[in-house]
């Protein structure tokens, strides 16, 4: 006889999960009760929605599913957040979440959350336990659905008798879905695209989230090099696309590349690959590509159309579409692109060198990146640091940029690195948060300090919530409503009382260029030391993030710069 | 065009699973549209819900997708509604406060 609890474990291990990530209370005890033993080891955090983050921060270094852990009531609307990040992000994530006695379900017991409701339009699947018999099925179809399709997260909640009852097991179950007309593949669409490139004089081709996670970067890249057209990427697409290809135009959207956006706003046809196309990528959805026909592989067939109808939508896993696609290519003559391919690309199109009060804080990354040994993951929070950091990304690795891109939820990367650094122990992992957002999730140091993890951790400190008050200096006549954050507290001083060593870099340090001597050595010391630490660099409280698309606005109308303050 | 002329009535076939059914209901709440008629059955092998919603085309098309992309989702039809469909009473709504004290009195 085995306990719902063991039974669980076990389920969990047959779907490949040596990692969970949780916080304990009453109604999950009888799972932590039997972890011991059970070859799943569970990661303590210091709030649930740092075990959900972390949790996502290694589903999406690694591709597999991502397992939190929390009790009912409150611990289960604490992964609520992360549960969303998931959705908007494609993360393969499955939470466990305890209820509850069965027979005090409804009654607003102690503890008592309706999980499953408070839930529903955040999840891709999710099931309240309701016999013991039923574990190894919602198991087994839970992470089926996760990992399936575009992947997701999905919310077992497990009442807390079914986790103490005992019953006779055989070992856990594979789940095999119901075939239906929804599921049917596109065919034949090949030879329509080559056609729409045939007639087409400016073709771009534009690289989200999708092409890593498919797995198919290198028939993404073998393809590219074949096209040979202007191509960009998404935030979450960053890596994708070599950033040495002579065709990369670097990131599109809101804050991308002059060259990006203004290809985009004048191409003829759009071929995307594995992007949402929400609007922080399309600025104004109106004005959004407007001479283009668009083509648009995507493994969700939800996400088409949202913005404006695409004109050959094209259904499947890329692994499968993107090699149809090269093989029709290669058998037919394709135009030469290179008179659009050196206008797009051209050096009139390059960015300017930064300036104004951001150019410290750019330099200081671009020395930061630079420095950094060649196995590493660069982990963002959410703000204008994020932004700074996605434009100075010069990796070619596909799952070396990690953030919250869809929701955009502040607190997400420190304990996302955490969990990035436990799936990649021997890689580097550099955090780089903002003020605003280290201290939403500020207790995961305990995390970070008691696994003794080597994270690398920066603070852009502007002492503001930057990017809200960049908007407020834009679009809101510089009334700075409550983002003032000047009386932080003092991060140096608060990571020593984790036990973990920190210090400050004065912006001043980045004045000279190339960096001094002494300045350098003290980022590289930083980076290659084996314990965690902390980097708090002083930042302009009013450096903005340019370029930059005003909200409303097409992708043609960024603002390169700041503007010059009217003469007094 | 009238309202009553982007009135859709979908016919949507599922597996009765946990909560399919509140998903198909929120891809139309979430969009901030009403559900002036809502009818689920079961039919010989699987369950079918009727909707009826004030819908644009592009809506119509987003539904569709977002519909397929419930797991338990098979089928999803739709045509022009009657007005007589969504107008009349729906059961519950049929009862009046009145009645109900009546009934509770009895």
Redesign the interface.
């Known amino acids: 006889m085995h306990k719902g609890a063991e039974i669980v474990l076990q389920c969990l291990r047959a779907e490949g999960v040596d990692l969970v990530f949780g916080y304990p209370g009453g109604a999950i005890m009888p799972l932590y009760d039997a972890l011991d033993g059970s070859g799943v080891r569970h990661v303590l955090t210091r709030h649930e929605q740092g075990a959900v983050f972390a949790a996502e921060g290694y589903a999406r270094v690694t591709g597999k599913v991502g397992v939190a852990m929390a009790t009912s009531g409150p611990g289960a609307t604490n992964l609520v957040t992360g549960i969303a990040d998931a959705k908007m992000d494609s993360v393969p994530l499955v939470c466990i979440t305890g209820q509850v006695r069965s027979a005090l379900i409804g009654t607003d017991a102690f503890q008592e959350t309706d999980v499953?409701?408070v839930t529903?339009?955040l999840t891709?699947?999710?099931?309240?336990v309701r016999t013991i018999d039923e574990i190894p099925d919602v198991i087994a179809e839970g992470f089926y659905?996760a990992r399936s399709g575009?992947p997701g997260p999905v919310v077992i909640d497990i009442p807390t008798d079914m986790l103490k009852a005992k019953k006779e097991f055989s070992g856990p179950v594979k789940f095999t879905?119901?075939a239906?007309?929804?599921d049917a593949k596109d065919g034949g669409f090949t030879d329509t695209i080559v056609a729409m490139l045939q007639q087409s004089s400016k073709p771009v081709a534009l690289v989200g989230a999708g092409a890593k996670i498919s797995g198919a970067i290198p028939e993404l890249r073998r393809l590219l090099d074949t096209l040979n057209i202007p191509a960009f990427a998404t935030v979450h697409g960053l890596g994708a696309v070599p950033q040495q290809a002579p065709y990369y135009l670097g990131m599109v959207g809101m804050h991308g590349t002059r060259a990006a956006n203004t290809a985009l706003h004048e191409t003829d046809l759009l071929i995307v690959f594995g992007a949402r196309l929400d609007d922080r990528v399309t600025g104004e959805p109106t004005r959004f590509a407007p001479h283009a026909k668009i083509v648009h592989f995507e493994i969700?067939?939800?996400?088409?159309?949202?913005v404006r109808?695409c004109d050959l939508p094209v259904i499947g896993n890329l692994a499968d579409t993107i090699p149809a696609f090269e093989s029709e290519m290669r058998r037919n003559r394709l135009p030469d692109f290179a008179e659009w391919r050196s206008v797009a690309c051209g050096a009139d199109r390059a960015e300017v060198d930064p300036r104004g009060l951001a150019q410290p804080t750019i330099r200081f990354l671009d020395e930061l990146f630079s420095r950094l040994p060649k196995d590493n993951v660069i982990i963002a929070d959410v703000g204008q640091h994020q932004m700074w950091a996605a434009q100075r990304y010069c990796s070619d690795s596909p799952r070396g940029f990690i953030t919250s891109g869809g929701l955009g939820a502040m607190g997400f990367a420190l304990p996302a690195a955490v969990g990035v650094q436990l799936a990649k122990p021997e890689t580097c992992v550099l955090c780089v948060s903002g003020d605003g957002g280290f201290q939403m999730n500020i207790q995961e140091l305990a995390t970070v300090h008691r696994l003794g993890l080597p994270v690398k951790m920066v603070i852009i400190d502007n002492k503001y919530l930057g990017m809200v008050r960049q908007w407020q200096q834009l679009f809101y006549e510089r009334n700075y409503a409550e983002t003032d954050l000047s009386d932080n507290p003092d991060f140096v001083e608060i990571a020593k009382a984790y036990k973990i060593h920190s210090f400050r870099l004065k912006e001043d340090a980045m004045r000279e260029f190339p960096v001094s001597q002494e300045t350098g050595d003290q980022i590289d010391r930083f980076l290659s030391t084996s314990d965690p630490e902390l980097l708090v660099f002083d930042c302009a409280p009013e450096a903005n993030v340019y370029p930059m698309v005003p909200a409303g606005a097409a992708l043609s109308e960024m603002l390169l710069e700041e503007e010059p303050e009217p003469a007094q | 065009m009238g309202e009553e002329d982007h009135m859709q009535s979908f016919h949507i076939s599922y597996r009765n699973t946990q909560g399919t059914l509140m998903r198909i209901l929120n891809a139309a709440s979430r969009r901030g549209l009403d559900l002036p008629f809502v009818q689920a059955e079961q039919g010989e092998t699987d369950h079918q819900v009727t909707i009826v919603l004030d819908v644009n085309a592009k809506q119509v098309g987003q539904l569709y997708r977002e519909w397929y992309s419930i797991t338990d989702v098979i089928h999803v039809g739709s045509g022009a509604a009657h007005s007589d469909t969504w107008t009349g009473h729906h059961p519950p709504a049929g009862v009046t406060v009145a009645e109900s004290r009546s009934a509770a009195r009895a």
């Open positions: 499953f409701g529903l339009s891709k699947w999710s099931r309240l659905w575009r879905p119901n239906r007309p929804a969700d067939p939800a996400q088409l159309d949202r109808p």
